[in-house]
């Protein structure tokens, strides 16, 4: 390719991905990390795009718009990592890597004018407000390797952000490693696109165990297939936590709308439950309106991450048809979790669960009952 073109190849590239993750999300709107992702992009392929034209800025003004569509990019696509594991930025890291980009570009253009040092604390700035979402999402349970890969590839892309100075520095001087430096950026952004959206198409694969049988309603495994993948001894088949849950006040909508209405509710909860566990975990219509689950190599605070991530996702979860008149307010459930310890059985473990689960529901609707004590299920995102 010509050097002339070579400073657009980032910024074309970045458009497209941004527009593959916005396709994607049109077609799966309740993964609202898509979008972030894909205004992630734009903002950094119109950051270089203006590179390209113009160059290094070289005034304040001109800076500060840089900073800001750089800082943009990165809270966005921080924000888009978080989403997909329950959480959200920190503002007090936002505000952080801000003020260093902000402190930098000011010291180094007024103080002591230098394109380099201007570059390494922007860098700085950027990698801070990539990174921080890192030991947070690193400690939780992945559902999938998909996601596992997902932290991967943004563990590698906030690290390729702290080190871009010395890498831009050796793409000025030589020009196959500019080659390498311009088509760094785009790679990383495409890999990120790659593993989120492979993240959310797995969400909708059929679950483990597709051969067992099934509940005919909602696709989950019935309450025998559920009964043999645990065993009579959960513990043995790496099965640390036990859940059961019930829909709030669901007899009122089956009363009130009918049958038909419940089952497409009943449908959708299905699916999001099936959709928020791990590659591994087993979900199980035990009957009615009331679920299971059955989580492996879990402890119980990532479970309760879990659980959090389910009742934001139906506080967000979009009804449609009659469906979304029956719901009227959010659609709430009730949890019980119990830990499964080394000699239970099946049915004493889901016992305790069934009582956390009772304690729950008689506190109020939308909490979780876990190790005998019920709380509010509202999830604390940061």
């Not at 594991?85 to 000011?106: C, N």
Request: charged residues 15%.
């Amino acid at each position: 390719m010509d050097p002339i073109y070579l400073p657009f190849t980032a910024p074309i590239l970045l458009a497209l991905m941004a527009a593959t993750s916005g396709i994607v999300w049109h077609y799966h709107r309740k993964h609202l990390n898509l979008l972030c992702l894909a205004g992630g992009l734009l903002l950094a392929g119109c950051a270089q795009a203006i590179y390209a034209l113009r160059g290094a800025p070289a005034g304040w003004g001109e800076q500060a718009y840089m900073g800001l569509l750089s800082g943009g990019a990165a809270v966005a696509v921080a924000q888009s990592v978080a989403m997909r594991f329950g959480r959200h930025v920190q503002v007090i890291w936002v505000a952080a890597g801000a003020g260093v980009m902000a402190a930098g570009a000011w010291y180094f253009i007024h103080i002591r004018p230098s394109a380099q040092g201007h570059w390494v604390v922007t860098a700085l700035g950027l990698a801070l407000i990539l990174g921080h979402v890192l030991p947070v999402t690193w400690r939780l349970a992945s559902r999938h390797r998909i996601e596992r890969m997902l932290l991967l590839v943004y563990t590698a892309i906030s690290v390729l952000v702290l080190c871009s100075p010395w890498l831009n520095a050796q793409g000025m001087s030589n020009q196959g490693a500019a080659w390498v430096w311009s088509l760094l950026i785009p790679l990383g952004g495409g890999l990120l696109v790659a593993a989120m959206v492979g993240c959310t198409l797995t969400d909708g694969l059929p679950g483990p165990c597709t051969g067992l049988d099934r509940d005919a309603l909602t696709g989950l495994l019935s309450r025998r297939a559920f009964d043999a993948v645990c065993g009579s001894h959960p513990a043995a088949q790496q099965i640390t936590v036990l859940v059961l849950c019930d829909l709030d006040n669901f007899q009122r909508i089956n009363n009130q709308f009918g049958a038909t209405v419940g089952n497409e509710v009943l449908r959708s909860f299905a699916q999001l439950l099936q959709a928020s566990v791990r590659e591994g975990d087993y979900v199980a219509r035990i009957g009615g309106e009331e679920f299971g689950m059955a989580l492996r190599d879990i402890d119980m605070d990532n479970a309760q991450v879990l659980i959090q991530r389910i009742t934001h996702s139906m506080r967000q979860q979009q009804w449609g048809g009659k469906a979304a008149a029956a719901v009227g307010d959010p659609l709430t459930a009730s949890f019980g979790l119990a830990m499964v310890r080394e000699n239970d059985s099946l049915q004493q473990a889901l016992h305790r669960a069934d009582v956390l689960l009772c304690q729950a529901k008689d506190a109020g609707s939308d909490r979780v009952g876990v190790e005998a004590v019920a709380i509010d299920s509202e999830p604390s995102f940061g």
